[in-house]
């Protein structure tokens, strides 16, 4: 969405796939043995973030993002630099 000229505020939601294995050691009887743990899921993620144009097709923007993964949050802070070729973005 504009926000002027040169401001643009932008929201976004989706989902994802996520993997992850753990790596338990495990003693028995004094003998070392590995157990893979692995969890996997699908999850939601949302975020917010405004741009800046800067002319000649650049752009700034800062965005948030919050992942929910397997009941735990995690949030994402991000600064980037975009160029459009072919205009204005």
């Known amino acids: 969405m504009p926000i002027g000229t040169q ?6 939601v989706g989902g994802f796939w996520w993997d992850s ?3 338990v050691v495990e003693i ?12 996997d899921g699908t999850d939601i993620f949302y975020g917010a973030g405004v ?4 002319g000649n097709g650049w752009k700034v923007k ?3 993002e ?3 993964v397997d009941n735990q949050d995690c949030d994402f802070f991000s600064f980037g630099v975009e ?3 072919g205009g204005q973005p």
């Open 62 to 64: 800062g965005e948030y």
């Open 28 to 39: 028995v009887r004094g003998s070392h043995g590995a157990l893979a743990l692995g969890k």
């Open 83 to 85: 160029k459009h070729f």
């Open 66 to 68: 919050r992942y929910e």
């Open 21 to 23: 294995s753990d790596v």
């Open 7 to 12: 401001f643009d505020l932008f929201a976004k």
């Open 51 to 54: 741009g800046l144009k800067l």
